[in-house]
């Protein structure tokens, strides 16, 4: 018998041993199997989580941010440990203790999966295996997904201490509204650091894992406030939180941005502009838009806040004006269709989900959209964005339109309006648009850049990828290759009619003004900006070297050596006219424009700094008080110094006296060139003081003529009047630097001939000549054209020019107005 008992238990022990033998060898084999070709966990140890990229100004303002998941990376040791206890309690309170998985959870969920029948799967997962999952695996609940979770999880705790795997966790997990990780969530959710959290609001982020979509503060605000307080139970269930604590915290309402309680960061951030959207673009190409927006960098711009605020305002303020002047009225094309204009809040609603602009501030103050509710025949009613009740536009503040409010507006067009003493003024974004560039001179930073009236509107940034031509602001070029070639701003130059024969027929160009004026000096060629003489002295030049000039200062790639284009006639971009201008306003020497000073790593390491320049003495402990270190350049000269002084001076009378002296008055001297093309359809103006370039254009999208009274001069100058005023309050400004190896020789500006020393009156102007070359007066230039048998330019000068003296003692005959016979359009001013 007792054989027999001992044999029926080896019977069941035996069978015991082979199954649980069999199990393991199963379960083992299941584990190989699955253990195959998995994603090596190791990689994880070099992890970079892709990170926002955040741009700030000058002063350390964050002024915008970019990212595709908007995550702010934080290193374990800089998140506090109540978040840290906050997530363990919410989803894995053994973290400290198990080996990759808890087997008590499985288990117990397994139960629970049998128990509901698989109505109620939950997953178990740690912490560890949460990280295989996000990082390595698919988001499904598949065993096999489960098994290689767990063959993960193990390995990734050999490999990783728990503090490193918390990490990556608590910066990697999504939890809602496009926050990653838990910095960004806790500025998204409560506008706070994590230093800053209190226990709630810290168990409020720890139950978003679960379901972020479930979890809403505001749309389900009873079920996260639920979640919140399991949390805080776990929380002083653990021991991470006293019983006093638990009973304060989890009697504290559920606040958060979205329910209003808080204001949100963004509100912080000012509306994104076209500087730090360019800046967006050029890094994107420069890194490579996936490390850009991943990246994590850290960028310091050059932007001036005040500046750019200025800038803003007088683009806005110069295209509004010849808007006005058109008479026009066109609205922003949108209308709230099906909406019951009676109902307030469902006009609110469809006009605050409306794509009007939002970023328009003039100087009459802040744009707001609005949706006509009535138009009667003296009044429009208007229902504005964000302000109470309605407001009222009175039949004067359209006189500037053709037309009354029956012939423009419509029950539910959406406009744009302003505040104006005690009624409401309509406005709309003109049709006619611009770019506006300003940098310093001697570093090419960029302060300030308008691409447009309004970003919002329209995202092309017209400063930087808008080609247009620059008309006569190109025409320094053609001056600075002819006084590096020998010429002087005294040197003649015919100013008369020219025929060339073209494949397209016959050229005739003309100056602005419809004249001509004989024999003229070439400042004042440049002052008045006369076409013909700028054509006979491209000729005289050679458009290659006048081709190779322009290149040598950015404006084109590979210009065509077309004699149009001495006049501007080949496209290029403002940004590049900018840049090419400060190189004569600093003396002749390369300058590489930049948006950007320095760009850091997600580690802080300086991967970029545009200032390359050395200080040579700045650790002497011996420098002297107040005495400024040495700092040494290595930059390229592009120019001679004394043809890049002539050249300036030159442009001084351009604004002193020629086509922009009615819209240039600035306290400290400054020298430009405007530019017109043919039929208006481009207006430029460039100009700089010694230390700040700044250049604008106006024209439409689509070029087509701008109409009459539309010149560079008209146009752009006060722009850059009134921009450069409040430059100079705040930068200053002084005369040009004149460079050594030179002498200042007086001559009369009409005629070129050479004054006395003690000359004096508006004809007489000093002009800077290189020591060592006697200049030659009365040598006169006509590029070899010959004239039209109908444009007896020489008899018409004889009988009714102004006659002067020149300094050789002869006469000379200028200032006629002429009979153009058959010329006609062409060519640029």
Not at 70 to 97: H, M
Not at 189 to 202: G, R, S
Not at 762 to 783: Q, S, W
Request: glycine residues 10%; charged residues 25%.
């Amino acid at each position: 018998m007792l054989r027999f008992i001992f044999s029926f238990f080896g019977s069941i022990f035996s069978t015991l041993t082979l199954g649980i033998a069999m199990a393991a060898l199963s379960v083992g084999a299941i584990f190989w199997v699955y253990g195959r070709d998995l994603p090596s966990h190791e990689s994880l140890a070099q992890y970079q989580p892709p990170t926002i990229s955040r741009i700030y100004s000058g002063e350390g303002q964050l002024i915008d941010e970019f990212a595709k998941e908007r995550r702010l990376f934080t290193p374990s040791e800089e998140i506090p440990a109540l978040v840290k206890q906050a997530f363990i309690s919410a989803e894995d309170k053994n973290f400290y203790v198990h080996k990759g998985y808890d087997a008590r959870g499985i288990l117990a969920a397994a139960v629970q999966a049998v128990q509901s029948r698989g109505r109620n799967v939950r997953g178990a997962s740690t912490i560890t295996q949460q990280v295989m999952k996000n990082f390595l695996l698919s988001g499904d609940r598949q065993a096999e997904r489960k098994i290689k979770e767990i063959i993960l999880a193990t390995r990734l705790e050999e490999t990783l201490s728990k503090e490193q795997i918390l990490e990556l966790y608590l910066n990697e997990i999504f939890l809602g509204q496009n926050s990653y990780g838990v910095t960004a969530a806790a500025q998204t959710y409560f506008n706070k650091t994590l230093d800053e959290l209190t226990p709630h609001e810290a168990a409020t982020l720890a139950s978003m894992p679960k379901a972020p979509s479930d979890f809403h503060p505001v749309r389900r605000k009873e079920r996260l406030l639920k979640r919140r307080d399991y949390v805080l139970e776990e929380m002083k269930e653990n021991g991470y939180i006293t019983d006093a604590v638990y009973d304060y915290e989890v009697a504290q309402p559920l606040r958060s941005v979205q329910n209003g309680d808080f204001e949100a960061f963004r509100t912080a951030l000012p509306p994104r502009d076209y500087f730090t959207d360019e800046i967006r673009r050029q890094l994107s190409s420069d890194f490579g838009e996936g490390e850009f927006f991943t990246g994590g960098f850290t960028i310091r711009a050059t932007i001036d806040e005040e500046m750019q605020s200025e800038a803003a305002l007088a683009m806005r303020k110069g295209l509004e004006n010849f808007d006005r002047s058109r008479q026009i009225w066109r609205g922003t094309g949108l209308t709230l269709e099906g909406v019951d204009l009676n109902d307030e809040a469902a006009w609110r609603d469809a006009l605050a989900d409306s794509r009007a602009p939002r970023d328009i501030v003039t100087e009459g103050g802040k744009w707001h959209p609005a949706v006509v509710l009535t138009v009667a025949e003296q009044s429009l009613t208007l229902g504005i964005q964000n302000v109470d009740g309605t407001g009222t536009v009175p039949r004067a503040d359209i006189k500037w339109m053709k037309g009354n409010f029956f012939d423009n507006f419509t029950a539910g067009d959406v406009i744009l309006t302003m505040k104006v003493d005690d009624h409401w003024s309509v406005r709309q974004v003109p049709e006619v648009q611009g770019g506006f560039v300003a940098m310093d001179v001697n570093t090419g930073r960029v302060i300030a850049m308008q691409g447009g009236f309004s970003y919002q509107a329209s995202v092309f940034n017209r400063a930087t990828q808008a080609r247009r031509q620059p008309g006569s602001s190109f025409k320094p070029f053609v001056y600075a290759a002819a006084l590096d070639s020998g010429y002087s701003p005294a040197t003649i130059v015919v100013d008369a009619p020219i025929e060339i024969n073209t494949p397209q027929g016959l050229w005739r160009p003309k100056n602005s003004s419809n004249k001509f004026y004989g024999p003229t000096p070439l400042r004042t060629g440049i002052e008045q900006s006369r076409n013909l003489m700028t054509i006979r002295l491209a000729q005289e030049v050679g458009m290659p070297v006048i081709a190779g000039y322009a290149e040598r200062f950015g404006v084109y790639d590979n210009m065509g050596t077309f004699l149009a284009n001495s006049l501007g006639s080949e496209e290029t971009t403002l940004y590049k006219m900018v840049a090419a201008y400060a190189m004569f306003a600093n003396g002749g020497e390369r300058v590489e424009p930049t948006l950007v000073d320095r760009i850091q790593d997600r580690f802080g390491r300086t991967i970029y700094r545009h200032d390359e320049r050395e200080c040579t003495d700045c650790l002497r402990p011996d420098l002297a008080e107040g005495q400024a270190p040495k700092i040494v350049t290595h930059r390229e000269r592009v120019m001679d110094p004394i043809t890049a002084y002539q050249l300036t001076s030159m442009m001084k009378g351009v604004v002193d006296r020629g086509t922009a002296a009615s819209a240039i008055d600035l306290p400290v001297p400054a020298a430009g060139k405007t530019g017109t093309t043919n039929d208006s359809r481009d207006a430029w103006f460039v100009g700089f003081t010694s230390n700040i370039v700044a250049g604008c254009y106006f024209g439409y999208d689509q070029p087509r003529p701008m109409g009459r009274g539309a010149y560079g001069g008209t146009l752009c100058g006060p722009v850059f009047q009134q921009f450069m005023t409040k430059a100079t309050e705040k930068f200053g400004g002084g005369p040009f630097a004149v460079p050594p190896g030179g002498q200042f020789i007086k001559i009369d500006r009409f005629t070129g001939g050479r004054l006395p020393d003690s000359a004096s009156g508006d004809y007489v102007v000093a002009e800077y000549f290189r020591e060592g070359e006697e200049p030659i007066f009365g040598l006169t230039y006509d590029g070899g054209f010959a004239m039209g048998s109908n444009l007896p330019l020489i008899e018409e000068a004889a009988q009714a020019g102004r006659r002067v003296k020149t300094s050789s003692g002869g006469t000379a005959v200028l200032g006629p107005k002429a009979n153009f016979g058959t010329i006609s359009s062409g060519g640029l001013y």
